[in-house]
């Protein structure tokens, strides 16, 4: 039987304190639980400012199956490892995080699935050691994603997984400025099978997604994967332009009847106008987002610009 190369990705920044540790880790399950597969292993450094990149090319040196993709600048957390995936050239491919909270010990398990002819083997976080704030605010997010998206979305996929080379093929005939990884596969299609996993806690370093990134990913998904923003907008419009006329009228009926007990009053246009504005502001936010991602596409600027790969020969 024909040997199958897993490709696995890695993306990186600033990630000299605990890199050589996922490469071993990675290392280590191939060859002690996976060894019928020959591993690819791509790390796309987002321009690192330590010795990620060093100390990644002395590994390269020594192990030819590491390849390196390092980037011209930092491109963001979803450009830079969906083009490392899009480079993979194994049957399949996962991506691993360098801290390792994707968990390369449930490889062989998702491996096992993928072989039973699963194309798609997703990993799902079970336990996620947030605290209930967080866990609440990911939980709505994940509810309210689900009903405004026709694609349906996969709780607590972080995007960690394994994915058939005719999954990522598809990938590879879409542009996407902004992918919406997690969004993405369930949108491919497939049959899939779901792996649970508990996240371990990070072994180095700290998250460098900021409240910013987070919220950034969320419009990314509801401007991708809803129209239902700009609906809710102009069913708002609607709605507040009938009872302003409805207002109006009654407005102007009181009146008449009563012209001398009525004063005409400036608090009432006040709060009105204030209405109007935040309405108007919040549908031209809506609006500008759809117009961001339509530039973007219009655009079409590479994922990443590379300043260097290494082991691609």
Known sequence: MTRKTIS???????????????????????EMEMPDFDREHIFIDNCSGDRTVAILKEIA?????????????????????????????????????????TPPSILPEMAARWRDGFKVVVAVRKDTGEGFVARKVRS?????????SKVEQIP?????????RQVVDVMRTLYDPEPYFRGLVPEIGFARAVVEYAQPE???????????????LALV???IYSKAPMRVMTLIGAATAALSLLAGFVYFIVKLLYWDSIPLGVAPLLLATLLLGAIQLVALGLLGEYVVLLLQYARRFPLVVERERINFD
Do not use: W
């Open 61 to 101: 040196a020594r192990d030819h199956a590491v390849k390196i993709i390092v980037n011209a600048r930092n491109f963001g957390h979803a450009r830079s490892p969906h083009h490392a995936i899009l480079e993979s050239r194994g049957d399949a491919v996962t991506p691993v995080l360098a801290d390792l909270q």
């Open 156 to 164: 607590n996929f972080m995007g960690y997984g394994l994915y058939d």
């Open 221 to 223: 998904a509801l401007s």
């Open 202 to 216: 990070r072994r180095h370093g700290r998250s460098r997604h900021s409240l910013m990134d987070l919220v950034d």
């Open 140 to 148: 709505l997010f994940y509810s309210v994603i689900q009903r405004l």
């Open 8 to 30: 696995v990705v890695t993306p990186c920044f600033n990630e000299e304190a605990g890199i050589a540790e996922c490469y071993e880790a990675v290392k280590r399950v191939f």
